[in-house]
């Protein structure tokens, strides 16, 4: 059985970071290309970070420079680390397991940056 577990959220203050992991089960993770998403109220899922299976690296601009997204093949793990909080990062935030037309998404953990 597939397994994304998604942990880390919380609220923080603008300025302050934050971990999000990823926990996957059930497939070949190394084969697999991870990202990040986020959906904040009343908006469209965005991506927020991609990571290949070559561990080559993508990003939305609005978090370039504040966030580094990695991954563990050992641990099939996928992390976001966040930087630099804003206001506007705040949404649920989704992992997903992408290979080919198979995709595999996570239930989320929520990010507040509240002052």
């Known amino acids: 059985q597939v397994q994304l577990v998604e942990s880390g959220g919380g609220l923080v203050q603008p300025g302050e970071s934050l971990r999000l992991s990823c926990a996957a089960s059930?497939?070949?993770?190394?084969?697999?290309?991870m990202g990040w998403y986020r959906q904040a109220p009343g908006k469209e899922r965005d991506l927020v970070a991609t990571?290949?299976?070559?561990?080559?690296?993508d990003y939305a601009n609005s978090v370039k420079g504040r966030f580094t997204i990695s991954r563990d093949n050992t641990k099939n793990t996928v992390s976001l680390q966040m930087n630099n909080l804003k206001p506007e990062d705040t949404a649920d935030y989704y992992c997903?397991?992408?290979?080919?037309?198979?995709?595999?998404w996570g239930k989320g953990t929520l990010v507040t940056v509240f002052p």
């Open positions: 997903l397991a992408q290979r080919d037309t198979t995709h595999y």
């Open positions: 059930g497939f070949t993770f190394g084969d697999y290309d």
């Open positions: 990571i290949t299976s070559y561990r080559h690296t």
